[in-house]
């Protein structure tokens, strides 16, 4: 790096002082109520097919004892108690809300022996070493304030022989789904989600969170240094959308 060149600043939702962790809480809290169905009327119902296809990376193992890091309202913890029937599930999140809001879903589904909900911080998780047959993040890891420290974090909790399955949003490059997918993040969908939710900021951070993420080859890359095996990339959705899968 020259002397000209500075770090790029990280992308965060409000633009404060205050860090992205704090920020991304603060954000998640405030549109938690109208996250689930922004989700879906956003995504066109797809984002659902999203998660089964990511899950289905882990019906082979049949894993007993699953984490779930970002849980949010435990869509993908629901649906993984339902397809791959484990003993148990530990959603975490720093946004309370959104686990509120989950654990009413759990409640209605009659899961609460398999799922338990907690806050917590995926650069700091609680577990011992090897306490996973199982790591799912669904729509997360781009929020992580460091991405490195929160991936290492569930390469040390997973068990080994066990498989970290990772769904993200990514950059399509097909003209001209490409242009129509950037005018429709960059411009509709922060308006409807600021007419929905009324955070103004929370759907433009989504673009910009998307834009600098380091998708495909390049995260590929970062779960081999980080000791990850096999690591794979699943393309989803014309590039919308990536699964990525490695084991430890």
Not at 165 to 183: A, D, G, M, R, T
Request: charged share 25%; glycine share 6%.
């Amino acid at each position: 790096m020259t002397n000209d060149e500075t770090t790029p600043a990280p992308v965060t939702p409000y633009r404060s002082d205050a860090g992205k962790k704090a920020e991304v809480e603060r954000m998640f809290d405030k549109i938690a109520p109208k996250y689930d169905l922004l989700n879906r009327v956003l995504s066109l119902g797809i984002d659902v097919s999203w998660r089964k296809k990511a899950l289905e990376y882990l019906s082979p193992a049949r894993p007993q004892e699953i984490l779930d890091v970002a849980t949010g309202t435990a869509d993908v913890a629901i649906m993984a108690a339902k397809m791959l029937k484990p003993q148990k599930i530990v959603g975490i999140d720093i946004a309370n809300m959104m686990l509120d809001f989950g654990r009413e879903k759990i409640k209605k589904e009659g899961l609460e022996q398999t799922i338990t909900l907690e806050t917590g911080d995926c650069e700091q998780l609680r577990f011992s070493d090897a306490s996973f047959d199982a790591v799912t993040v669904a729509f997360g890891v781009r929020n992580f304030e460091n991405l490195e420290k929160g991936l290492s974090e569930m390469f040390r909790v997973l068990r080994p022989g066990g498989r970290v399955v990772i769904l993200e949003f990514s950059k399509p490059h097909v003209f001209p789904f490409k242009q129509l997918y950037n005018s429709y993040f960059k411009y509709v969908l922060p308006l409807v989600g600021r007419l929905t939710s009324r955070d103004v900021r929370a759907y433009s951070y989504l673009y910009e969170s998307v834009q600098a993420f380091p998708e495909g080859t390049d995260f590929l890359n970062i779960l081999t240094q980080l000791g990850y095996q096999h690591p794979v990339c699943k393309r989803l959705t014309l590039g919308i959308c990536s699964i990525y899968s490695a084991t430890k």
